[in-house]
């Protein structure tokens, strides 16, 4: 169990990890950028470290755009092999979220993230409503410099069935998940290293 985690350089205490798991479950491939496709042939070549340095720092740059100073729950970015070469292409996923504010702060930082994350380099490809029961608010970027794409959803309580709210813990929150595009590991190296 997570006990605690590290945002901007600053400690947090262990938190409700269950919003992330939740909406992962919900995103088929956890991103906009899927595996490697006929337009991108090559993944790039990405030491697994840096790659996950990549993905703090996004993370504490998203952190800084929802501009709330909330309880967060963070596992660290973690490895996934992808499916055309498990042994040799990876995807970075970091899934963190944030609790502990009012639901009308939460929203209208929802709404900012769609102003500023464009400002750092983000193209936000949705925003709106989307198709669960709770119909909770969502925004959908990706950033093709970084090769990485997040899902941002606004779970609130407020909207949620009572069967869904206790499966959440009865806690309104915002779930980031954050997932890389495949990357090679350097050559002499395979997924399983790391």
Known sequence: MINSITLKGKRHRRGSFILATIVMSLIPGCGVMGDSSANDPAPEVRDVDDARNV???????????????????????????CEEDSKHLYKIRHPWSLW???????????????????KRGWKVASYGRNKSVAKNLEL???????????????????????????????????VVTLVSACFRVPEGKIVDQY
């Open 140 to 174: 959908i970027a990706e950033s093709t410099k970084f090769k990485f794409s997040v899902n941002i959803t606004f779970m609130d309580k407020r909207r949620s069935s009572e069967e869904t709210a206790a499966r959440a813990g009865k806690t309104s929150g915002i």
């Open 100 to 118: 502990g504010v009012p639901e009308q702060d939460m929203e209208r930082s929802m709404e900012r993230l769609k102003d500023e994350l464009p």
């Open 55 to 81: 993905a703090k720092e996004l993370s504490s740059q998203i952190l800084d755009a929802i501009g709330l100073k909330g309880k967060t729950s963070e596992p660290g970015p973690g490895v996934s092999p």
